[in-house]
Nanobody, 127 residues
């Protein structure tokens, strides 16, 4: 089992940047594909970005492609989400998630494909 703790959220003006971090407990972090999702109150949780176990494969939602970058440091048990050129519509609670995957698998993009979730962190972008 793995526990996930997000940090780095907050309030930023449109056009600004934030870097989210997600620290994972345990010694098996490198066996998990990781993802970032976000949720606005009253709406379904939506996919943002994903990365495979080694970090060699990444995938993004169209709405963030070119602005957000997901990365991971397996030595530090941490996954990151660098968010640039933020827009008010990026305002949401952001969640990191871990999926148990085999070595040859790629990324996961669906909520139901993830096994563990962080508690979420608020990101607010003002206009």
């Amino acid at each position: 089992q793995v526990q996930l703790v997000e940090s780095g959220g907050g309030l930023v003006r449109a056009g600004g940047s934030l870097r989210l971090s997600c620290a994972a407990s345990g010694r098996t972090f490198s066996t998990y594909a990781m993802g970032w999702f976000r949720q606005v109150s009253g709406k379904e949780r939506e996919f943002v970005a994903a990365i495979n176990r080694s970090g060699g494969i990444t995938y993004y939602a169209d709405s963030v492609k070119g602005r957000f970058t997901i990365s991971r440091d397996n030595a530090k048990n941490t996954v990151y989400l660098q968010m640039n050129s933020l827009k008010p519509e990026d305002t949401a609670v952001y969640y990191c998630a871990a999926a148990i995957t085999s070595l040859w698998e790629g990324v996961r993009t669906l909520v139901r494909e993830y096994d563990y979730w962080g508690q979420g962190i608020q990101v607010t972008v003002s206009s």
